[in-house]
């Protein structure tokens, strides 16, 4: 692994555990040549998925994109960021336990909204917000008003 700080290719593991939902392996790195200490995650990936955007175009699927997206919608909520983590491991074994291997953009944001509504209702309607386009407030209201009918 390369020191994310000098750029030297060998650093010695110091420390390996699993995260607390044992889907990572959590190593904590030392590097030689600059005395740095850092941490690495090892998680199991079972295949390659391609995100299939609206327009057609096709990308790798990126775990951190998600990650930060929903970080970005839970901001200021009370969620901490190991549920946040956990989160995001639970959505992305449901989206390879589809078995697909090119996965449309619009499944990969409904999952995300519907975990995103048993996690937090003030996240859910923020990333719905982006999600959906939201243009005017009527959009916030008739989503809003949805959203209390389903939960009354």
Same mark, same amino acid.
């Given at each position: ?79 901490? =960021? ?7 491991? &639970? /959505?992305?074994?449901?989206?390879? #336990?589809? !078995?697909?291997? %090119? ?16 996690? =937090? ?7 719905? &917000? /982006?999600?959906?386009?939201?243009? #005017?407030? !009527?959009?916030? %209201? ?11």
């Amino acid at each position: 692994m390369r020191c994310p700080f000098c750029g030297t290719e060998d650093t010695q593991v110091k420390d390996s555990r699993p995260t607390e939902d044992n889907a990572a392996i959590r190593r904590r790195r030392f590097c030689g040549n600059c005395g740095a200490r850092f941490t690495t995650f090892e998680r199991v990936q079972l295949r390659e998925m391609i995100v299939v955007k609206s327009n057609g175009d096709k990308e790798v699927f990126d775990r951190d994109k998600m990650l930060r997206s929903m970080k970005v919608a839970l901001r200021k909520r009370p969620v901490d =960021d190991e549920r946040i983590e956990q989160t995001v491991n &639970s /959505v992305v074994r449901q989206l390879e #336990s589809l !078995g697909e291997t %090119e996965i449309p953009a619009a499944k990969i944001g409904e999952q995300v909204m519907e975990t995103l509504r048993t996690l =937090d209702h003030v996240a859910y309607v923020r990333y719905a &917000s /982006v999600y959906k386009d939201f243009r #005017s407030t !009527g959009d916030f %209201e008739e989503f809003v008003d949805t959203l209390k009918k389903e939960t009354a």
